[in-house]
């Protein structure tokens, strides 16, 4: 059960994860007074490219770790490469948007229901210190997108036996 109303805000698959970086304004569409004693800094709505939207809060991404590497995978069915952006900001954020484009309405056309999501989205995920920032990659096939970031090799401790005289 969630304490967060229904509605109010992106969906989070855990509030508790350290690394998810959702930007979420717990005042967004509030009527606050102009002459409260206290500053109101606004997060960059903008920013988050679509917060209040369905398409923003369908979209889950998954991430693992292997040995070798960190994985995230994204379904966006109906978007092509060129819709979606991964890019590596301030050395060690990785983050993930992309827009779906409303369809064209013909003044002719009946809807009798509209169920798919248009609108951006904004996703942003801390990565640890261990990966190679410089070296991700990112892959599109039939609406995944696969996005793979390589991990340093884990440094074995230089051990050296010391010999017990005696």
């Given at each position: 059960?969630s ?5 109010f805000?992106p ?9 998810s ?5 717990p005042?967004?569409?509030f009527p606050?007074?102009?002459?409260l ?7 960059p ?16 991404i ?9 994985v ?5 069915p109906?978007?092509?490469k060129e819709?979606?952006k ?15 484009s ?12 509209v169920?798919?999501s ?17 070296q ?6 039939d609406?995944?997108?696969?996005v793979?970031?390589p991990?340093?090799?884990?440094k ?7 010999e017990?005289?005696?």
């Amino acid at each position: 059960m969630s304490l967060t109303p229904f509605g109010f805000g992106p969906r989070r698959n855990n509030i508790f994860d350290p690394f998810s970086l959702d930007l979420w304004d717990p005042f967004e569409g509030f009527p606050l007074d102009s002459n409260l004693s206290f500053p109101r800094i606004p997060f960059p709505t903008s920013l988050v490219a679509g917060a209040a939207s369905a398409f923003a809060a369908d979209t889950c991404i998954d991430w693992k770790e292997t040995p070798e590497a960190h994985v995230f995978k994204a379904d966006l069915p109906g978007l092509r490469k060129e819709e979606v952006k991964v890019e590596v900001e301030n050395g060690r954020v990785l983050q993930i948007s992309g827009e779906r484009s409303r369809e064209h309405e013909e003044k002719t056309d009946t809807w009798h229901r509209v169920e798919r999501s248009s609108g951006r989205f904004l996703r942003r995920f801390r990565l640890p210190e261990s990966a190679k920032v410089e070296q991700v990659k990112a892959a599109m096939e039939d609406g995944a997108l696969t996005v793979t970031v390589p991990k340093e090799g884990v440094k074995k401790p230089n051990v050296k036996s010391v010999e017990i005289s005696g």
